[in-house]
């Protein structure tokens, strides 16, 4: 039903089957705050998860925000300031 209309190509060779294989419930590919988040509503359904991100958890925008968000909470800020 489904053909491929285009042959998988790799930057570098390499074999598959001579790779490690993980194995795992839930895949959350992110670790930042959402992807944080997201691993742990799926542990507290009893499930196996694993995280995986691009670098170091200090690489991630989450870390350099620091938790802070930019928005308008209480007089005499404003949204116009933030623009």
Do not use: C
Not at 16 to 27: F, G, N, S, W
Not at 28 to 50: K, N, P, S, T, Y
């Amino acid at each position: 039903m489904f053909q491929a209309i285009y042959q998988r190509r790799y930057l570098v060779s390499f074999k598959a089957a001579r790779l490690t294989q993980q194995v795992t419930d839930v895949l959350v590919i992110g670790g930042g705050v959402a992807g944080l988040r997201a691993a742990i509503a799926a542990a507290d359904e009893g499930v196996d998860v694993m995280i995986v991100t691009k670098d170091r958890i200090q690489e991630s925008n989450t870390w350099y925000a620091q938790g802070g968000v930019a928005a308008a909470l209480n007089p005499p800020d404003n949204f116009e300031a933030h623009i």
